[in-house]
């Protein structure tokens, strides 16, 4: 059997904008995926709402991706595929962070990917844009102005780590986006029509 894990923060997660609660499993783009694979695949969900690349956030614990992405690839040992996308969180007020800054988070994940799971594929995704409107008092305002613009960032950040590590790459923000509830998370068709592009992406890989 093939196993693809699947790193990732809240929009891996499969979390509801419009009640906070989480999407069944046959709405969210992973459970989606593992539906058009068949079940000669297994997909792994490894996706933690306010995950970070390398930053603890002050107020959630256990969000650092590299503090458990070592423990994770040991677990589910011998993956053949991992999926990658992180970075939205990121963006958030309190780290400061640039978009270089963020995508030398990434590498480390990589690098840990490199050491614990060498053998596997790798497909990094750079995340959705954080809406326009993020920041405002109805939405999420442990992001600013700045954090929008961050976000936009990323793509071409991830997209030269990518090249220069020889690993595929997936610019999520060129397929969907955020819905109007939050300005941050996926709608139930977002989650469809990602999981399609996934799906497509990865007939490269296995």
Known sequence: MTTILCYGDSNTYGYNPVNGLRYPKDVRWTGVLQKMLGEEYEVIEEGCNGRTTVFEDPLRDGRKGT??????????????????????NDCKTVFGASADVI???ISRLLD???????????????????????????????????????????QPVYEKIARDRQIEFLPAADHVKCCEADQEHLNAEGHKKFAEVVYRKLQKLL
């Open 67 to 88: 503090a458990l992405l070592p423990t994770l690839l040991e677990t589910h040992a011998q993956v053949d595929v991992i999926t990658l996308m992180l970075g939205t």
């Open 103 to 105: 995508g030398k988070g």
């Open 112 to 154: 840990q990917i490199q050491e614990y799971a060498p053998k596997a594929e790798v497909l990094l995704i750079s995340p959705i844009y954080l809406g326009k409107k993020v920041w405002q008092e109805e939405y999420d305002q442990e992001f600013s102005r700045e954090s929008v613009t961050v976000s936009r960032n990323l």
